[in-house]
């Protein structure tokens, strides 16, 4: 039986797994048994915790459904608005574009830089015009953007700079943890994918008070007191006021249970996946294949996605269909937003207009990388990587 053969018969390897143990469980258990489900005393904790966690216990924490929503939060507590530009990059998720949209103002779609795969800071400044309000550096597949010269630029220009840092916890720039820079807002992502998770959720992080203060309003329908405080003061709690036309956006306390635990597990289940990258490394040094960047020497590379790129002459989907049928989970990061539909169409997007993003999306493929993953299942995907090369 030949080793790609002996991998098929394994059972399938999914490209991520949420790390759930029994601490979880008990913590939701308890929420459930407590009678406060929705955004509470957990809630609340949560967010002070993620504060701790950060090593800044004066950062506003504002918990919410998502990190779509926390984007959304901020730029809108920002002042953005119609007739303003946002820049941000076209190697990321839709979201990071479509809150720019919601709030009816003109996204702004730059390339990335070679050699971090993170937006490119010499695109940002030649896109600037009058009309540009804030710029949101996506941190890509768990390394940071060169938040230094980011924070630089929009300081000379009086721009707001809002972090997309889905893939960031914990990872660090300079040395200082990302949701701890001179930015006006982070927002971390904890989807069922990521580095932690609430099942579904996300963290706005601000030392604005001002800004926490409005998006504390925005994510429960513009009421002036949060669902806490109504329930637990002297005050009625249906007397309460609408401020602004909000959203639904809170956290509840059963998904706050989840992230109580995770972000005490989050630095071990950070260790972990970078013991797998390394391994990685190790094992894919000789192949041709393009490891993925790591962080600045002396920083924390959050390893949220372990991306390769194939060398020249590799087909990328017949890589991806070979590694699925050795039963090995893949996936890509990401079909950019000059390649999708709408953004293409809405924003004029070309692909010669995004070298470096287009070059990367035709060459990658993401492994599995999760913290599950035993060293047999490393071993396993390298193994399969090696086949799916000579087969090429």
């Given at each position: 039986m030949t080793e790609p053969e002996k991998s098929h018969a394994l059972p399938p390897l999914p490209f991520a797994l949420p790390d759930i143990g029994e601490a979880e469980i008990a913590e939701v258990v308890d929420t459930l048994r407590s009678g406060w489900l929705t955004t509470g005393p957990k809630a609340r904790r949560f967010e002070q915790a993620f504060a701790g966690f950060l090593g800044d216990a004066s950062l506003q924490c504002v918990a919410v459904n998502s990190a779509t929503a926390g984007l959304h939060l901020a730029l809108e507590a920002a002042g953005v608005g119609p007739g303003d530009e946002v820049v941000t990059t076209t190697h990321t998720f839709t979201a990071s574009a479509e809150v720019i949209r919601y709030?009816?103002?003109?996204?702004?779609?730059?390339?990335?830089?070679?050699?971090?795969?993170?937006?490119?800071?010499?695109?940002?400044?030649?896109?600037?015009t009058a009309r540009t309000r804030?710029?949101?550096?996506?941190?890509?597949?768990?390394?940071?953007?060169?938040?230094?010269?980011?924070?630089?630029?929009?300081?000379r220009h009086g721009l707001k700079v809002i972090e997309d840092a889905a893939h960031a916890l914990p990872c660090t720039h300079r040395g200082a943890m990302i949701g701890t820079l001179a930015s006006d807002a982070t927002v971390f992502s904890f989807y069922a994918n990521k580095t932690m998770t609430t099942g579904e959720g996300g963290m706005l992080v601000?030392?604005?008070?001002?800004?926490?203060?409005?998006?504390?309003?925005?994510?429960?329908?513009?009421?002036?007191?949060?669902?806490?405080?109504r329930f637990n003061s002297r005050v009625p709690a249906w007397r309460y006021d609408i401020v602004a036309p909000g959203y639904k956006y809170n956290m509840t306390d059963i998904a706050a249970a989840m992230g109580l635990v995770q972000l005490g597990r989050a630095m071990d289940m950070r260790g972990r996946r970078a013991e797998i990258a390394a391994q990685y490394d190790r094992l894919l040094k000789d192949t041709g294949i393009t490891l993925p960047p790591h962080a600045s020497e002396g920083d924390l590379h959050a390893w949220h996605?372990?991306?390769?790129?194939?060398?020249?002459?590799?087909?990328?989907?017949?890589?991806?269909?070979a590694m699925f049928g050795q039963g090995i989970?893949?996936?890509?990061?990401?079909?950019p937003l000059h390649r999708q539909s709408y953004w293409r169409e809405s924003c004029g997007l070309h692909e010669k207009d995004f070298p470096v993003s287009e070059a990367l999306y035709r060459s990658t493929a993401s492994?599995?990388?999760?913290?599950?993953?035993?060293?047999?299942d490393v071993l396993r995907v390298a193994s399969a990587v090696r086949s799916a090369m000579e087969a090429r």
């Open positions: 709030l009816g103002a003109d996204p702004v779609i730059v390339d990335i830089e070679p050699d971090s795969w993170c937006i490119d800071p010499r695109a940002i400044e030649k896109r600037l804030a710029i949101i550096p996506v941190h890509f597949g768990g390394r940071s953007a060169d938040m230094s010269a980011i924070l630089g630029m929009a300081q601000t030392r604005d008070e001002a800004l926490a203060r409005r998006a504390r309003v925005m994510r429960l329908h513009g009421i002036d007191r949060d669902a806490f405080a996605l372990y991306p390769v790129a194939l060398p020249a002459g590799v087909d990328r989907d017949r890589f991806v269909d989970g893949m996936s890509v990061h990401y079909v492994l599995p990388i999760y913290t599950r993953m035993s060293d047999a």
